[in-house]
């Protein structure tokens, strides 16, 4: 939204009916990967899989693989 390109664009944009809406600068609520890692972190990923690096690799690929089948979260 500062980028010069982005500002560049704004007439153009809302020509053509568009707008840009920002999100506040702290609204982890607003942005879905945020309540996705904070369900990770918080809840499914364990203490003992933050061993090692690759024990923490393969936890991740595991839960992120299985996000909406073993591992079901709410964006609402």
Same mark, same amino acid.
Request: aromatic fraction near 12%; charged fraction near 15%.
């Given at each position: %939204? ?11 944009? $809302?020509?053509?009916?568009?707008? /840009?809406?920002? @999100?506040p ?12 890692? %904070?369900?990770c ?9 933050? $061993?090692?690096?690759?024990?923490? /690799?393969?936890? @991740? ?13 709410t964006?609402?």
């Amino acid at each position: %939204h500062k980028a010069h390109v982005v500002q560049a664009c704004h007439k153009q944009w $809302a020509a053509a009916g568009l707008s /840009l809406l920002f @999100l506040p600068p702290y609204s982890p609520e607003l942005n879905h990967i945020e309540l996705l890692w %904070h369900r990770c972190k918080h809840y499914w990923i364990r203490p003992q899989d933050y $061993a090692t690096d690759q024990t923490l /690799l393969q936890r @991740l690929e595991d839960v992120l693989t299985n996000v909406g089948k073993q591992y079901t979260i709410t964006f609402a």
